[in-house]
């Protein structure tokens, strides 16, 4: 059965780095387009990026633009964010999903258990 | 493309129907999803296509409509559906997905 599986997050200090992965699998992880979605504490969701299948093309909602990175590694079925500069309000859980290419960027069919993110000092 | 749900909160008898609302700000054709996110879990999908329902889920759960207003309807709700239920449009160029705020199902 596919299974997405985040980890990586912590309290981090503001202006600190961290990197999130996402490790798939049940599934053909190279034929999927993947995203990134993040919710701060008692508000609702916030997609923040998805990457092709074979990584060539990534895009970001506005407000990760400069500060946040997706990748993957399709030999590890793994995907990445990295967040750099970290502030306060990128505190959050954030989850990994598959897309459901049914069309292509369009809605998440399944979804990771999500990793907490808490910027703090 | 802004997507409005409403009301925030609802309070629905077991057995009764829920209805939600979502709204968008432009026609979006039938370019909508919904996910239920039970208390303490990760979302799931529940509809796409506007009313083509995922995987298995249950019949109970069901979505209408097109360009800018659409529902989804819980008939016959059961407690296991306590939760927020969230739509999410998809715009697939450039590729934005646009969730909206979240419409809460208590038990009453």
């Known amino acids: 059965q596919v299974q997405l599986v985040e980890s990586g997050g912590g309290v981090v200090q503001p202006g600190r780095s961290l990197r999130l992965s996402c490790a798939a699998s049940g599934f053909t992880f190279n034929d999927y387009a993947m995203h990134w979605v993040r919710q701060a504490p008692g508000k609702g969701l916030e997609w923040v990026a998805v990457i092709f299948f074979d990584g060539s093309k990534k895009y970001y909602t506005d407000s990760a633009k400069g500060r946040f990175t997706i990748s993957r590694d399709n030999s590890k079925s793994t995907v990445y964010l990295q967040i750099n500069s970290l502030r306060a309000e990128d505190t959050a859980v954030y989850y990994c999903?598959?897309?459901?290419?049914?069309?292509?960027?369009?809605?998440?069919?399944?979804w990771g258990q999500g990793t907490q993110v808490t910027v703090s000092s | 493309i802004l997507m409005t749900q409403s009301p925030a909160t609802l309070s629905v008898s077991p057995g009764e129907r829920a209805t939600l609302s979502c709204r968008a700000s432009q026609s979006i054709s039938s370019d909508l999803a919904w996910y239920q996110q039970r208390p303490g879990q990760s979302p799931r999908l529940l509809l796409y296509?506007?009313?083509t329902r995922a995987t298995g889920i249950p019949a109970r759960f069901s979505g209408s409509g097109s360009g800018t207003e659409f529902t989804l309807t819980i008939s016959g709700l059961q407690s296991e559906d306590l939760a927020v239920y969230y739509c999410?449009?998809?715009?697939?160029?450039?590729?934005?997905?646009?969730f909206g705020g979240g419409t809460k199902v208590e038990i009453k």
């Open positions: 999410q449009h998809y715009n697939n160029w450039p590729p934005v997905l646009t």
């Open positions: 296509g506007a009313s």
């Open positions: 999903g598959r897309d459901s290419g049914q069309p292509l960027y369009s809605y998440l069919d399944f």
